[in-house]
C-alpha cells in the first residue's frame, strides 16, 4: 500500500493542504483538486487507488461524483471516502447509497482520515497471494473472479467457471478447507453469492482420481 495514489477532491485549501500533508506522512502519493468537474475527469484519467471526496463542490458535487464513478466499470470498485461537513442522517444515508465505502464529518481528525484510508486500501488490494487461494484440488483467483479444479499431480485441468462480480461493499469471500466444502457456512459468510457459487462448482466439478469420481459416474461429488 506504500506505492498507493489517493486523489483528494476539496475546494477548501486549509483542509486541502491538511490532507495532503498527512496522507503523504504515511507514504501515499497524493493529488489534489479543489473543483468537481476536474477531480472527475481526473479519476478517470489517473485511476487513482483511493479517492477523499468531500460532498459541497463547485462544478460537480460529491454525490453526483459518486454516481459517475460507481456507473463505470473501470472505477465502480474504487474506495472512496466521503469527508463532508454534513452530518445529518439522511447526508450519511445518502453517501452510502450513491456508493461511498465510508462517511467521515468534519471536523475530523487527519490521523483516522489516514486509518480509515489505510482499511479501504487493505480491502481492495489484497497483499502477496491474497488475491489467489488454492484449497485442495479448488484453485479460486478473485482478480481474474475464476475457480479452478488442479489436478492432484503437477498440471491443472482445463475445468473452470466463472464467478459472479464481487459487491464493492463487500468482502472477500474466505474459501473453506476441502472438508467442508458444501456446508451452508463455509464460503458465502458475505452474502453476496460468490462464494454460493464456488461451493457448489466444488461439488460438481471437482472429482478425485480414486475410481468412484471418474467422468459418467453416478456416485456424488466428494472430498477423498
Known sequence: MGDAMVMVIEDEKEIRDLLQYNLERAGWKVATFDDGEKGLDQIFAARPDAVVLDLMLPGRNGLEILREVRAEPATADLPVLVLTARGAEMDKLLGFEHGADDYLTKPFSPREVVARLRALLRRSRPQGAGATLV?????????????????????????????????????????????EAGRGRDLDRDGDGLGLQVRHAARRELRCSCGRCAPGSSSPPHWC
Open 135 to 179: 484449497r485442495g484440488a479448488l484453485r479460486i483467483d478473485f482478480d481474474a473472479r475464476e475457480a479452478r479444479r488442479v489436478a492432484r499431480r503437477a498440471a491443472a485441468q482445463g475445468v473452470g467457471i466463472r464467478l459472479p462480480r464481487r459487491d464493492p461493499h463487500r468482502g472477500r469471500a474466505r474459501a473453506a478447507p476441502p472438508h
